[in-house]
């Protein structure tokens, strides 16, 4: 059974406000009020480092030994947008390199925007289970916010920069996969008005229909489900897809999002960091880690753990 054996993270200190983007993005005094005081985002990460420096903090922060680094086998980066630096940069091999893991076999997954963090838990698992042995797989995940795309997402969010990485095992004691749900909706490919529009009425019911399929996949009820750790897109959309779904507000953990931005498919991790770090979660709880990502169609995406 895929387990997650280890989480790094990496979140830089500076803070970009709401209110930088006003101009750049021609938002009003009371758009920028709306952000604040409605989907309560305020600022999101950025850092000075380059997308390799980003990935490679992630990776030191794993402390994987030498003997765990020689079983990395596969190295899956997962990516919100399809081109995330100029031609012909490779941050990615870059930064597998100066971790010692050139020898892993790596590529990006990007098919379902900023739910591709759980797709790519799910492929490392299948690879895993397929070769049989004691091999283990990274997934990486972080982004720079260098066009104005990755940076703002009218009337819905801010992407902050950061980046996490996470050691996945074919099986393990803790943090073992239970379920794993992915709707993929194609309809929503495009960018035409009415597109936006259709997505933005069903996001809360899509997005709590996977959560619920998952969950029952498990044999669970909500009422067995700890916590959610989100995708920190904003909290509104937690609030309504939480009344929608019957499922208490303050356990879903949205302390980031106000502070961090979207930080692309990273947000898993560094919220699966905090609730460790917090006590949020004790041996055996089960818990949910949800995303959406919109792009080439619409994904809505949950996978259930057993801490």
Not at 194 to 214: C, M, N, P, S
Request: net charge negative.
């Amino acid at each position: 059974m895929t387990a997650l054996a280890a989480v790094g993270t990496f979140v830089p200190a500076d803070r970009v406000p709401i209110e930088s983007y006003a101009d750049t993005f021609d938002l009003t005094p009371m758009q920028v009020r709306v952000f604040r005081r409605y989907h309560k985002l305020g600022t999101a990460a950025r850092s000075p480092q380059s997308l390799t420096g980003l990935l490679r903090l992630a990776l030191d922060d794993l402390a994987l030994s030498p003997q765990r680094a020689a079983r990395v086998r596969y190295v899956l980066y997962a990516r919100t947008f399809p081109v995330v630096v100029p031609y012909p940069h490779n941050p990615l091999h870059d930064a597998l390199a100066a971790a010692g893991l050139g020898h892993a076999q790596a590529f990006a997954v990007g098919q379902q925007a900023c739910a591709s963090g759980l797709l790519a838990i799910d492929l490392a698992g299948r690879l895993l289970q397929a070769d049989g042995d004691d091999a283990l797989a990274v997934v990486l995940a972080g982004e720079k916010a260098f066009t104005g795309e990755a940076q703002f997402v009218e009337e819905t969010s801010m992407f902050g920069e950061g980046a996490a990485a996470c050691l996945v095992a074919a099986s393990g004691e803790r943090d073992r996969l239970l379920a794993y749900v992915a709707r993929l909706r194609g309809e929503f490919d495009g960018d035409h008005a009415d597109v936006a529009a259709e997505y933005q009425r069903i996001y809360h019911d899509a997005l709590g229909e996977a959560v619920t399929a998952a969950v029952a996949k498990a044999g669970l009820d909500l009422a067995d489900v700890a916590v959610i750790l989100p995708h920190n897109v904003n909290q509104i959309a937690w609030q309504r897809t939480c009344k929608r779904i019957g499922y208490p507000l303050d356990r879903v953990l949205l302390e980031h999002v106000a502070d961090y931005g979207h930080v692309f498919c990273a947000d898993a991790f560094i919220n699966h960091r905090t609730a460790v770090e917090r006590g949020l979660l004790r041996p055996g709880d089960r818990y949910v880690i949800a995303a959406a990502g919109a792009g080439r169609g619409a994904t809505f995406s949950a996978m259930v753990f057993e801490h």
